[in-house]
T-cell receptor
Framework: GIQVEQSPPDLILQEGANSTLRCNFS?????LQWFHQNPWGQLINLFY???GTKQNGRLSATTVATERYSLLYISSSQTTDSGVYFC???????????FGTGTLLAVQP | NAGVTQTPKFQVLKTGQSMTLQCAQD?????MYWYRQDPGMGLRLIYY???????DKGEVPNGYNVSRLNKREFSLRLESAAPSQTSVYFC???????????????FGSGTQLSVL
């Protein structure tokens, strides 16, 4: 099945800094999503992006399906951006959504 | 709109006890899912229901059963709880009908379960 790897595992930023989170997947996909899990455990869907680029405020995401990776950009980070960011990919024979182990982001004031 | 609602939020069980986690969504979604999240790991799919009346196994189905009661509700049952089932459980839903990899997932707030 699909393997999903995220990097970096941990990231500490000062408020106002920019960051890039990466998600690599091992096989072709027809589904790629990014989620944010806040410190209270709530999972929020950020992007559904099997290919191309999308932007939502200070966040944007790009998936290059042919090269099997996706990037999540956070600009002008705020303390409320803290939490864990998960990438999940699906496709292939089983078509199941597989989650990476996440990037733990801490934004300091 | 409440979105996806899970109950209970917290539960402590003794080994061998049984319990049912309830999930309901009000978005008229076709597909519903149960995931578990363990420390340092991503979410793993336990079971899913692509549409009302159907259920299928995910990555880690052993020790669990599910019921798609109607389009809104999808319950997860632990028949004989084991310490290895200590985890945070999330219910999710999506609009698509073709399985767990279609469309955006929307999650409930989670159930923290401890099995002693």
């Amino acid at each position: 099945g699909i393997q999903v790897e995220q990097s970096p595992p941990d990231l500490i930023l000062q408020e106002g800094a920019n960051s890039t989170l990466r998600c690599n997947f091992s096989d072709s996909v027809n589904n790629l999503q990014w989620f944010h899990q806040n410190p209270w455990g709530q999972l929020i869907n950020l992007f559904y992006i099997p290919s191309g680029t999308k932007q939502n405020g200070r966040l944007s995401a790009t998936t290059v399906a042919t090269e099997r990776y996706s990037l999540l950009y956070i600009s002008s980070s705020q303390t409320t951006d803290s939490g864990v960011y998960f990438c999940a990919a699906g496709g292939g024979a089983t078509n199941k959504l597989i989650f990476g182990t996440g990037t733990l982001l801490a934004v300091q004031p | 709109n409440a979105g996806v609602t899970q109950t209970p939020k917290f539960q402590v069980l003794k080994t061998g006890q049984s319990m049912t986690l309830q999930c309901a969504q009000d978005m008229n979604h076709n597909s519903m899912y149960w995931y578990r999240q363990d420390p340092g790991m991503g979410l793993r799919l336990i079971y899913y229901s692509a549409s009302e009346g159907t259920t299928d196994k995910g990555e880690v189905p052993n020790g669990y059963n599910v019921s798609r009661l109607n389009k809104r509700e999808f319950s997860l049952r632990l028949e004989s709880a084991a310490p290895s089932q200590t985890s945070v459980y999330f219910c999710a839903s999506s609009e698509g009908v073709w399985g767990p990899s279609v469309e955006k997932l929307f999650f409930g707030s989670g159930t923290q379960l401890s099995v002693l």
